[in-house]
């Protein structure tokens, strides 16, 4: 893993708020809002973000954010990153792979991704509590499941961009292992 700089909280957020806006929120939004300029389109993703991922940022805040970076992940790094549960990505990458298709699309979704020639990219939310890992992936966990699939194929590149949360305590419902 490479650190690439500070990052802030807020322009995580934002990150993450305009890549879920522009993709799998679209389908609910109402017609007027999808066509927004990008300005007022910040604002409003950012709203539907907070809104519909409150259940896991809001833990993320109750860990006691201490730093935030920018950084670049590497094939090499995949032993190192989780899954929500605790699950080793590789074992949700296969897990999600196999997955019949449902009422979510996600098995799909990532399927088509895995089957794709383009690179996965971000953003990648992950959070630790420290640089060295292991790193619990908050957002973007369909995508590093394809990602994944892509190096076990043998096209090998890195996962970016990401941001790593540090934090002083885990996120229990996130981090450790369910149950």
């Known amino acids: 893993m490479d650190i690439l700089g500070p990052a802030n909280f807020s322009d995580i957020l934002m990150a993450w708020a305009v890549h879920e806006f522009n993709g799998r929120y679209q389908r609910w939004l109402p017609p007027d809002v999808r066509g927004l300029p990008p300005d007022e ?12 991922r409150f259940g896991v940022i809001l833990p993320m805040l109750a860990a006691n954010i201490r730093e ?5 992940f590497y094939p090499a790094d995949i032993p190192q990153l989780f899954a929500m549960g605790a699950v080793p990505l590789p074992t949700y990458s296969q897990k999600k792979l196999g997955e019949p298709a449902g009422p979510d699309g996600s098995a799909e979704h990532v399927r ?5 020639e383009e690179p996965v990219r971000g953003p990648f939310v992950m959070i630790s509590r420290g640089v060295e890992g292991p790193y619990a992936i908050f957002d973007g966990t369909h995508r590093a499941a394809a990602w994944v699939a892509h190096d076990n194929a043998g096209r090998a590149y890195a996962l970016e961009p990401a941001y790593l949360v540090l934090t002083e305590w885990p996120s229990p419902a996130h981090e450790l292992p369910a149950g």
């Open 41 to 52: 389109a910040r604002r409003e993703a950012l709203s539907v973000l907070v809104q519909g």
């Open 68 to 72: 935030c970076l920018s950084v670049r």
């Open 112 to 116: 088509g991704m895995a089957a794709s």
